[in-house]
């Protein structure tokens, strides 16, 4: 997997191994984030989100936790 990360963004690693990796990165400049899959060097597909639709996106995420002591962390 490359080693770099994306200049504005993070890299987020699969568990289950085979350098899987998530990797979301800002580009205020075009009012997106982009949401990419990558498997060793290689990106396997994106996806454009708008900015307006970040806040509903985060509250799915924070809203699929499972309940106990690490949403209570939150």
Not at 30 to 46: F, H, M, N, Q, T
């Amino acid at each position: 997997m490359q080693s770099v990360n994306p200049a504005r963004g993070e890299v987020f690693l699969d568990p289950r191994g085979g350098d899987r990796s998530l990797r979301v990165t800002w580009h205020g400049e075009k009012g997106v984030v982009v949401l990419s899959l990558w498997r060793d060097s290689v990106c396997a597909g994106s996806f454009r989100l708008e900015a307006e639709e970040l806040p509903r996106f985060i509250r799915a995420l924070a809203e699929g936790l499972p309940a106990g002591p690490a949403r209570a962390a939150s």
